[in-house]
């Protein structure tokens, strides 16, 4: 049995102003939710149970982070930094990968809205539930399962490429494919997030997940790169690398590919959205693997971090 083993005092000031430097900078510059004093709770809880609950903590940093990044890119949008490419992408969209019809040649995203299906309509939901539920689950396995090295590094280059991603979307605003058919190419301040093909499944099944979820998006320009089409595929690289059945590596694949679809089937992306958000997760599992890995001190690092997650549980 698990026995109260509270941290010592530099760990609990680190806790402490860590969370109230997420909470203060959340309120003031992003606007406060009622879910962040819940994960505020929960985190705080979590860190002062035991060493068991403060190790899962610990290991679960990166994907922490990952939210947080994401929740504070609402601080400075990036339409703020940079113009944004609406007709310029669609424009080279519909120049590499057109499709010629009786009507004029269209972008594959405008061809898929005339020629769609009830049965993709609904796989198309059923892929993007698995966007990040699947690659998270897949990472809790991981740590539950012991695989503490493959976790933690499949975790890091889970944030890193997200980090390449957030960056290039201030470098590159951009809009998606649903943006154009809805608004055209001019730039609207305060455009909500939309569901674009995915409220069919929405209409489908009376569930309304997605216009949910899209209705509180307010990062409507961050379409380059696809970060949809990276999740699955982090997790499909280091199921190689761990330690588990050839059958869930092939639901991973088919997962991967479902996704890459899908994000253009529902006009949330177009194919080269999805070619950047390949490119960004190679890159990063390259950068990471074969270059940050080589570094000493970076290595050293991890393996700490390895160490500390790892340690006999009490």
Known sequence: MSVISLPGRRESAIIAISLMTWLVVTALCVGFRPEHTYIALFLALMLFINNSTRRLVVALLPFVVFGISYDWMNIVPNY???????????????????ITTAAG?????????????????????VFYLCWV??????GIWLYFNRQYKVYLHFALVFLFVNLLGFTYYYIHPAAPPWYVASHGFEFL???PGEVAGLGKFDEMTGL????????RNSNVF???????????LIAFIYSLKANCSWWLRGLFAVICLGIWFTAVYT??????????GIGCTLLGFVIFEYVLMKLPAFARFINNYIGYISSKRS
Do not use: Q, W
């Open 80 to 98: 703020e930094v940079n113009p944004v490419d609406i007709r310029g992408l669609y424009e080279s969209e519909k120049e590499l990968f057109g």
């Open 105 to 125: 040649v269209v972008t594959p995203n405008e061809f898929f809205a005339i020629h769609s299906s009830k049965f993709m309509d609904f796989m198309a939901g």
């Open 133 to 138: 539920p699947v690659p998270i689950l897949f």
């Open 189 to 191: 301040l305060g455009t």
């Open 208 to 215: 309304g997940i997605f216009h949910g979820l899209y209705s």
């Open 222 to 232: 961050a379409a380059l790169p696809s970060l949809h089409a990276a999740y699955m």
């Open 267 to 276: 006009s949330h992306h177009y194919i080269i959205d999805v070619l950047m």
